[in-house]
């Protein structure tokens, strides 16, 4: 049980286009799922916290109007990259808590590449 | 500001030696603590969390940890490492009921040589 998928695994895509990133958790209703970015050989940075039907919290030194993120149901977050650039490249992890157990479960994560 | 340590950043062990991560929390107030473990090119998954209770935690694949409130440690531990305990370990720590924000620290390496 608890299984986040995340969709695409993988995405390229060229500088100033954008990208948009699903999370969905399978086997249960997330109260709350959370966007993260990983760099290399470094930890996990929590980008947002996103609660359905609200608006997300941002952390802070995240753009909020460059990173996009709509939780429109109980079982999914989409987050969008909007107008990416090169320094945008890099490990978006989600996570999503199981009720009220505050233990998050994660996501593959998706790796972006901007050209 | 609040913070997670984890102080070994690379650990290389060989079959059969024990193994204890360290992971040290800077929040006073009420903690909930984690930890995860990424096998390379997989994602996060859950070994074991501590809320309250016993503070020594049993988790899956023989990994426990000890939470010393005292010392604001939650330190991870097993007895005999494999081959395939070869992975990144975070620790993370969230300040109590009902605030499920984490705070994760950098991240240990292991590699465990056959």
């Known amino acids: 049980g608890a299984v986040v998928s995340q969709h695409p695994s993988r995405v390229i895509c060229k500088s100033g286009t954008s990208v948009k990133i699903e999370c969905r958790s399978l086997d249960f209703q997330a109260t709350t799922m959370f966007w993260y970015r990983q760099f290399p050989k470094q930890s996990l940075m929590l980008m947002a916290t996103s609660n359905e039907g609200s608006k997300a919290t941002y952390e802070q030194g995240v753009e909020k109007d460059k990173f996009l993120i709509n939780h429109a149901s109980l079982t999914l977050s989409t987050l969008t990259v909007t107008s990416a650039h090169p320094e945008d490249s890099s490990f978006y992890i989600c996570?999503?808590?199981?009720?009220?157990?505050?233990?998050?479960?994660f996501g593959p994560g998706t790796r972006l590449t901007v050209l | 500001a609040q913070s997670v340590s984890q102080h070994n950043h690379h650990v290389i062990l060989s079959e059969a030696a024990s193994l204890e991560l360290g992971c040290n929390y800077s929040?006073?107030?009420?903690?909930?603590l984690f930890w995860y473990v990424q096998y390379p090119g997989q994602h996060l998954q859950l070994l074991l969390k501590y809320f309250s209770g016993d503070p020594l935690v049993k988790g899956i694949k023989g990994f426990e940890a000890e939470f010393i409130k005292s010392k604001f440690s939650f330190n991870l531990r097993k007895p005999s490492v494999q081959w395939s305990d070869t992975a990144e370990y975070f620790c993370?720590?969230?300040?109590?009921?009902?605030?499920?924000?984490?705070?994760f620290g950098t991240g240990t390496r292991l590699k465990v040589l056959a």
């Open positions: 996570s999503a808590a199981l009720g009220t157990t505050d233990t998050q479960y």
């Open positions: 993370a720590v969230n300040r109590g009921s009902g605030t499920y924000k984490y705070i």
């Open positions: 929040y006073g107030g009420t903690v909930n």
